[in-house]
């Protein structure tokens, strides 16, 4: 069994923050991604420009402070950032080019503690819904390919995509409609070849959880349309990911900072009891969102 978890930092315009206030292996993985308030899937990460000298010493930039100030000593994967912010506002994606110099600034910059990259897209159809190319993950994926011979080094390429821009995409009538959604309207089974590890998001914790001190407030409505995300839906997801996803898709293992928060725990017990209600068994490679606190890890 492999674990990958999740660690956060983010660029605030002038310098690089850390968010998460853990750095032991407690993984065999650390995930490096930004996060913080407004700020994801590379919206948060330095973006000197679009060329890809700009990729190469951005990652460049971000490698050093991973190896020499942050994670000193432990293996981690770093992302390659989706987003950036214009100057107008909004998101727009990273040109390619950015992305294949990133690629090979990281790899020129770390070392053998560098153990891949991470697509930090979190969109599980933006091919279907024309906002990205195959030819672009092909292109990623190849020149990860490059860099494995040009280095020696076994990089791994991991996406973690979440089911929730499939649940908000359209109308739901009914769960079974859901299902036929994971089964069929995604990406995944796409281009998943081209990642070593898939790990989907079901979303299930953030769709029940309660809210400390607001005891009869709860996230209940799974798609804005009605559609309750019971525990039986949970398990006929898991299912539905098993039969009709590639072996090299699992799941993301999900909770927040308000796990502490007594009413919770079952929802993240839930994702244990729901594999094996759904698969008899634990998918053996599992990716770990947790917010930012060592806490919640433990």
């Given at each position: 069994?492999?674990?990958?978890?999740?660690?956060?930092?983010?660029?605030?315009?002038?310098?690089?923050?850390?968010?998460?206030?853990?750095?032991?292996?407690?993984?065999?993985?650390?995930?490096?991604?930004?996060?913080?308030?407004?700020?994801?899937e590379g919206k948060?990460?330095?973006?000197?420009?679009?060329?890809?000298?700009?990729?190469?010493?951005?990652?460049?930039?971000?490698?050093?402070?991973?190896?020499?100030?942050?994670?000193?000593?432990?293996?981690?994967?770093?992302?390659?950032?989706?987003?950036?912010?214009?100057?107008?506002?909004?998101?727009?994606?990273?040109?390619?080019?950015?992305?294949?110099?990133?690629?090979?600034?990281?790899a020129a910059w770390?070392?053998?503690?560098?153990?891949?990259?991470?697509?930090?897209?979190?969109?599980?159809?933006?091919?279907?819904?024309?906002?990205?190319?195959?030819?672009?993950?092909?292109?990623?994926?190849?020149?990860?390919?490059?860099?494995?011979?040009?280095?020696?080094?076994?990089?791994?390429?991991?996406?973690?995509?979440?089911?929730?821009?499939?649940?908000?995409?359209?109308?739901?009538?009914?769960?079974?409609?859901?299902?036929?959604?994971?089964?069929?309207?995604?990406?995944?089974?796409?281009?998943?070849?081209?990642?070593?590890?898939?790990?989907?998001?079901?979303?299930?914790?953030?769709?029940?959880?309660?809210?400390?001190?607001?005891?009869?407030?709860?996230?209940?409505?799974?798609?804005?349309?009605?559609?309750?995300?019971t525990y039986n839906?949970?398990?006929?997801?898991?299912?539905?990911?098993?039969?009709?996803?590639?072996?090299?898709?699992?799941?993301?293992?999900?909770?927040?900072?308000?796990?502490?928060?007594?009413?919770?725990?079952?929802?993240?017990?839930?994702?244990?009891?729901?594999?094996?209600?759904?698969?008899?068994?634990?998918?053996?490679?599992?990716?770990?969102?947790?917010?930012?606190?060592?806490?919640?890890?433990?």
């Amino acid at each position: 069994m492999a674990t990958w978890g999740l660690w956060y930092y983010k660029w605030n315009g002038s310098g690089y923050e850390v968010l998460s206030d853990w750095t032991d292996q407690k993984f065999d993985y650390i995930i490096v991604t930004d996060g913080g308030e407004g700020g994801t899937e590379g919206k948060t990460t330095k973006y000197s420009g679009p060329g890809y000298t700009n990729g190469y010493n951005d990652a460049g930039e971000l490698i050093e402070k991973i190896e020499n100030q942050w994670l000193s000593g432990r293996n981690y994967i770093v992302e390659i950032p989706y987003f950036y912010v214009p100057p107008s506002g909004g998101k727009k994606a990273r040109p390619q080019n950015y992305w294949l110099g990133w690629i090979d600034g990281a790899a020129a910059w770390g070392s053998s503690r560098l153990k891949g990259f991470y697509w930090s897209l979190e969109n599980i159809r933006y091919i279907q819904a024309g906002e990205l190319s195959r030819y672009t993950i092909e292109a990623i994926w190849g020149r990860i390919m490059e860099n494995r011979r040009e280095y020696g080094q076994n990089y791994q390429f991991i996406w973690i995509p979440s089911l929730r821009s499939l649940f908000v995409s359209r109308r739901f009538s009914s769960e079974q409609d859901v299902l036929e959604a994971v089964a069929y309207e995604t990406d995944v089974p796409n281009i998943a070849n081209y990642f070593n590890k898939v790990f989907i998001q079901p979303g299930y914790y953030f769709a029940n959880k309660k809210i400390p001190n607001r005891e009869n407030e709860t996230k209940k409505i799974l798609l804005e349309h009605g559609i309750v995300y019971t525990y039986n839906l949970l398990v006929n997801i898991l299912r539905s990911i098993h039969k009709f996803m590639p072996s090299n898709v699992s799941i993301e293992m999900e909770v927040d900072g308000d796990l502490n928060y007594q009413a919770n725990w079952e929802y993240a017990c839930d994702y244990v009891k729901a594999q094996r209600d759904a698969l008899g068994y634990l998918w053996s490679d599992r990716a770990y969102y947790f917010d930012t606190e060592e806490i919640t890890v433990d």
